[in-house]
């Protein structure tokens, strides 16, 4: 196994990740600097404690815009194991991997020493029957305050997402909650820090490498395709009809990346849903990922009686073929663009 941790600015936390990967669990591991945007050959990820920089403004709000989080966000996203601490814990919830946010303790002060924790049945790693009913870890932060409102707390508690609670809460968060997992099952985070009780001879406790050894034995989850509501859908079909209707457009096509989902309108007006394996959706993926999604552009073509109008948003791409007799390609080019606009608003 390869771990790959995450090295911010400033952090302090990493240098000990390392040691105690290598040195007590004995796997492999390397640094990652906050530049790098891929984990190469990484089978999990693990962002250490210790602050970074920018956390004058809020914990982890500059850390999350590192090319490394966007690298984190992609490991995730196809289902890899991240392991956020302390402060990566903060990162994950910035970067809206996990639910929730951080807010001051709320002494004012910061808190450090050993804590004990109760043992939730969150995981099949990550349970009583693995760790006991209660463990010790030690804690350091000021700005360790977990919040979520009472909505999201009542799903996370049914989802058995809390994976462990503090006794004596030191820091006022809500159902006293101490590490957290996000509902597919790899991505997590604590605030306790398992690196610092791995070893009897300096800790007193090796529960920390335990810890670290039930996250390593997390297994790579299948991504699950997030699905469009069928609301959504059909007001996204009613604009693409309405728009060729008005146009008089010979087809009509949006690819959906999140769903990876394109939809087709016809001449005669017939919706059609189809995977983006082949074709148009191809094209259209190909173009989505090129973009990244985060810079629209424009591109018409003329192609024999036809033009080709293709346009990249924040959260699809379309493509609209008409014959050039019937409209004018300016104002094509501006419907289009309205209409991914809306479009965008619509699925957000």
Same mark, same amino acid.
């Given at each position: 196994?390869?771990?790959?941790?995450?090295? /911010?600015? %400033?952090?302090?936390?990493?240098?000990?990740?390392?040691?105690?990967?290598?040195?007590?669990?004995?796997?492999?591991?390397?640094?990652?600097?906050?530049?790098?945007?891929?984990?190469?050959?990484?089978?999990?990820?693990?962002?250490?404690?210790?602050?970074?920089?920018?956390?004058?403004?809020?914990?982890?709000?500059?850390?999350?815009?590192?090319?490394?989080?966007?690298?984190?966000?992609?490991?995730?996203?196809?289902?890899?194991?991240? *392991?956020?601490?302390?402060?990566? !814990?903060?990162?994950?919830?910035?970067?809206?991997? /996990?639910?929730?946010? !951080?807010? $001051?303790?709320?002494?004012?002060?910061?808190?450090?020493?050993?804590?004990? *924790?109760?043992?939730?049945?969150?995981?099949?790693?990550?349970?009583?029957?693995?760790?006991?009913?209660?463990?010790?870890?030690?804690?350091?932060?000021?700005?360790?305050?977990?919040?979520?409102?009472?909505?999201?707390?009542?799903?996370?508690?049914?989802?058995?997402?809390? &994976?462990?609670?503090?006794?004596?809460?030191?820091?006022?968060?809500?159902?006293?909650?101490?590490?957290?997992?996000?509902?597919?099952?790899?991505?997590?985070?604590?605030?306790?820090?398992?690196?610092?009780?791995?070893?009897?001879?300096?800790?007193?406790?090796?529960?920390?490498?335990?810890?670290?050894?039930?996250?390593?034995?997390?297994?790579?989850?299948?991504?699950?395709?997030?699905?469009?509501?069928?609301?959504?859908?059909?007001?996204? #079909?009613?604009? @693409?009809?309405?728009?060729?209707?008005?146009?008089? /457009?010979? =087809?009509?096509?949006? +690819?959906?990346?999140?769903?990876? @989902?394109?939809? =087709?309108?016809?001449?005669?007006?017939?919706?059609?849903?189809? #995977?983006?394996?082949?074709?148009? %959706?191809?094209?259209?993926?190909?173009? +989505?990922?090129?973009?990244?999604?985060?810079?629209?552009?424009? &591109?018409?073509?003329? &192609?024999?009686?036809?033009?080709?109008?293709?346009?990249?948003?924040?959260? *699809?791409?379309? &493509?609209?073929?008409?014959?050039?007799?019937?409209?004018?390609?300016?104002?094509?080019?501006?419907?289009? $663009?309205?209409?991914?606009?809306?479009?965008?608003? @619509?699925?957000?």
């Amino acid at each position: 196994m390869k771990v790959g941790i995450v090295q /911010l600015p %400033g952090a302090s936390g990493d240098r000990d990740m390392l040691h105690a990967l290598i040195s007590h669990l004995h796997v492999r591991a390397r640094l990652f600097s906050h530049k790098c945007s891929s984990f190469a050959g990484a089978d999990a990820v693990i962002i250490p404690g210790g602050a970074s920089f920018g956390d004058y403004l809020r914990a982890g709000a500059i850390a999350k815009s590192t090319p490394i989080i966007k690298a984190v966000k992609e490991f995730a996203a196809n289902g890899g194991p991240v *392991l956020g601490i302390g402060n990566g !814990f903060q990162v994950l919830c910035e970067a809206s991997l /996990l639910p929730g946010a !951080f807010t $001051e303790n709320n002494s004012r002060e910061h808190h450090y020493g050993n804590q004990t *924790l109760t043992v939730e049945d969150s995981t099949k790693n990550f349970n009583k029957n693995r760790l006991g009913d209660n463990i010790s870890l030690p804690v350091s932060h000021r700005f360790g305050r977990y919040w979520v409102d009472d909505k999201k707390l009542d799903s996370m508690q049914s989802n058995n997402q809390i &994976m462990f609670r503090y006794v004596n809460n030191p820091n006022g968060s809500v159902g006293d909650i101490a590490a957290i997992r996000n509902a597919e099952q790899n991505v997590f985070g604590m605030m306790p820090h398992p690196e610092a009780a791995v070893e009897e001879s300096v800790h007193n406790t090796t529960i920390g490498a335990r810890i670290l050894s039930a996250f390593l034995k997390q297994p790579r989850v299948e991504p699950q395709r997030p699905q469009l509501d069928p609301a959504v859908q059909g007001e996204v #079909e009613k604009m @693409l009809i309405h728009c060729a209707s008005e146009m008089t /457009l010979d =087809s009509i096509h949006a +690819y959906l990346p999140q769903q990876e @989902l394109l939809l =087709s309108i016809n001449g005669q007006r017939t919706m059609q849903s189809s #995977e983006p394996d082949e074709g148009i %959706g191809a094209y259209l993926h190909k173009l +989505y990922a090129q973009s990244s999604g985060e810079n629209p552009q424009s &591109m018409a073509t003329t &192609m024999a009686e036809h033009y080709v109008v293709t346009d990249v948003g924040p959260k *699809l791409s379309l &493509m609209t073929v008409s014959t050039r007799k019937k409209v004018a390609l300016v104002r094509l080019m501006k419907e289009v $663009e309205t209409l991914n606009g809306n479009l965008s608003k @619509l699925l957000d």
